[in-house]
């Protein structure tokens, strides 16, 4: 069966400090994994995806497979990133999506 | 907006009570997915579309649940005898193509079951 492990609930940093939020998947082909992301009064919406290979909003996010992660991080928060944050693993056979618990992410001024 | 729409956004229903719920997928996108959100969860998979022809179920799913789309357009959830189990918000999400293709997911519906 596959799961996404998201350790952490909360991360609260400053405003300019890094930023890693921790995911842990498992599964037993090759996923595609996912970060989405919602804003406050606002829909789930995709950040990025590990396939594209992009920084989105000065975030990237590195599949591990040996490690079977796939962690969020970017060098310098802003507290407009201020957010719910949720890993996401797809099962290529029909893309459902297998969401972590999520993480809220708070930066303070 | 053309984006992903789902009507109510709210609903409060007494135990027992049926409910049904709309989601408008964005137009064209050939795939429908439902997912269920509980209080400090993610987003749970529940079943989804491919044009009109409904490809898998969760097992959280039960018997008391259906989905239909009926013309591969929009699609209703049906909760039959409500429980206060049922109590989530009720997500739909459509892609478009038939591989693992960026989900957009609609407001939500938030069920309440008294």
């Known amino acids: 069966a596959q799961r996404v492990t998201q350790p952490e609930k909360l991360l609260s940093v400053f405003k300019g400090a890094p930023v890693e939020l921790k995911c842990n998947y498992s599964?037993?082909?090759?996923?595609?994994l996912f970060w989405y992301v919602q804003y406050s009064r606002q829909r789930l919406q995709l950040l990025l995806r590990h396939i594209s290979r992009e920084s989105i909003k000065g975030f990237t996010a590195d599949l591990n497979k040996g490690e079977t992660s796939f962690h969020l991080k970017k060098p310098f928060a802003q507290e407009e990133d201020s957010a719910m944050y949720y890993c996401?693993?797809?099962?290529?056979?029909?893309?459902?999506?297998?969401f972590g618990k999520g993480i809220t992410l708070s930066v303070r001024p | 907006d053309t984006g992903v729409s789902q009507d109510p956004r709210h609903k409060i229903t007494k135990r027992g009570q049926n409910v049904t719920f709309r989601c408008d997928p964005i137009s064209e996108h050939n795939r429908l997915y439902w997912y269920r959100q509980t209080l400090g969860q993610g987003p749970e998979f529940l079943t989804y579309f491919q044009n009109e022809a409904q490809l898998e179920k969760s097992r959280l799913l039960s018997d008391r649940f259906s989905a239909e789309r009926p013309k591969g357009s929009f699609s209703t959830l049906e909760i039959q005898r409500t429980e206060q189990g049922d109590s989530a918000m009720y997500l739909c999400?459509?892609?478009?193509?038939?591989?693992?293709?960026?989900?957009?997911f609609g407001p939500g519906t938030r069920l309440t079951v008294t």
């Open positions: 996401a693993l797809s099962d290529q056979a029909n893309s459902k999506l297998t």
């Open positions: 999400a459509s892609s478009y193509g038939t591989s693992s293709y960026e989900q957009y």
């Open positions: 599964y037993s082909g090759s996923p595609e």
